[in-house]
């Protein structure tokens, strides 16, 4: 692996403050956890908030749309072309419904599910050959209220392993940058005991 690579990670969400901390908005807060842990700093810049950072020789550009989650697409699309960076050197984080809280769970590619922001990056890509980490949010509303269970907080028995989960999160990303998807598929997609 080049240890000049560029890596571009995108946390989805969306950026009004009335957002912070709900359910849909996690891929927001691993990123800001990743980018704390590296002590980067998040400025405003075109369509999203930027934090690059330098770890192992790695060039990192993390982003945070400010697009809103359905045009997330359009961020992605500008930083990859901007910074000149690979399809397979992207990493996107996002909620995933149709997963237990907190799990995890990293492929080198794939479709988008039910998830907007995932098809809005697949649709202005023009295909859908990019890494991507999925957390787990559970399915846990009656029928017909989706959106206002992804738009809401988590509970707080859930928080300690959302908590657990961010900092799995983070580490499987470090891992991805430095040694490869495999190795960080393997440790993002294995379950944890509770």
């Given at each position: 692996?080049?240890?000049?690579?560029?890596?571009?990670?995108?946390?989805?969400?969306?950026?009004?403050?009335?957002?912070?901390?709900?359910?849909?908005?996690?891929?927001?807060?691993?990123?800001?956890?990743?980018?704390?842990?590296?002590?980067?700093?998040?400025?405003?810049?075109?369509?999203?908030?930027?934090?690059?950072?330098?770890?192992?020789?790695?060039?990192?550009?993390?982003?945070?749309?400010?697009?809103?989650?359905?045009?997330?697409?359009?961020?992605?699309?500008?930083?990859?072309?901007?910074?000149?960076?690979?399809?397979?050197?992207?990493?996107?984080?996002?909620?995933?419904?149709?997963?237990?809280?907190?799990?995890?769970?990293?492929?080198?590619?794939?479709?988008?599910?039910?998830?907007?922001?995932?098809?809005?990056?697949?649709?202005?890509?023009?295909?859908?050959?990019?890494?991507?980490?999925?957390?787990?949010?559970?399915?846990?509303?009656?029928?017909?209220?989706?959106?206002d269970y992804v738009l809401g907080k988590f509970e707080s028995a859930e928080r300690p392993a959302i908590d657990a989960g961010i900092e799995k999160a983070v580490d499987a990303i470090i891992t991805f940058i430095t040694i490869g998807i495999e190795k960080a598929m393997n440790?993002?997609?294995?379950?944890?005991?509770?």
């Amino acid at each position: 692996m080049d240890d000049n690579r560029k890596f571009l990670i995108v946390g989805l969400g969306n950026a009004e403050a009335k957002y912070a901390g709900t359910r849909h908005n996690i891929g927001f807060e691993v990123v800001s956890a990743l980018a704390k842990r590296l002590d980067a700093t998040f400025e405003t810049g075109k369509l999203a908030y930027v934090a690059k950072v330098r770890h192992k020789g790695r060039q990192l550009i993390l982003i945070l749309p400010t697009t809103y989650m359905n045009l997330s697409g359009k961020a992605v699309k500008y930083w990859m072309g901007q910074e000149k960076i690979p399809a397979d050197s992207i990493m996107v984080v996002s909620d995933d419904i149709d997963l237990p809280v907190a799990e995890l769970k990293m492929k080198p590619k794939g479709g988008g599910g039910s998830h907007n922001g995932l098809g809005n990056i697949i649709e202005l890509l023009g295909h859908q050959n990019f890494p991507r980490l999925r957390f787990g949010i559970g399915k846990n509303y009656a029928q017909g209220y989706q959106v206002d269970y992804v738009l809401g907080k988590f509970e707080s028995a859930e928080r300690p392993a959302i908590d657990a989960g961010i900092e799995k999160a983070v580490d499987a990303i470090i891992t991805f940058i430095t040694i490869g998807i495999e190795k960080a598929m393997n440790q993002a997609n294995t379950k944890t005991e509770n």
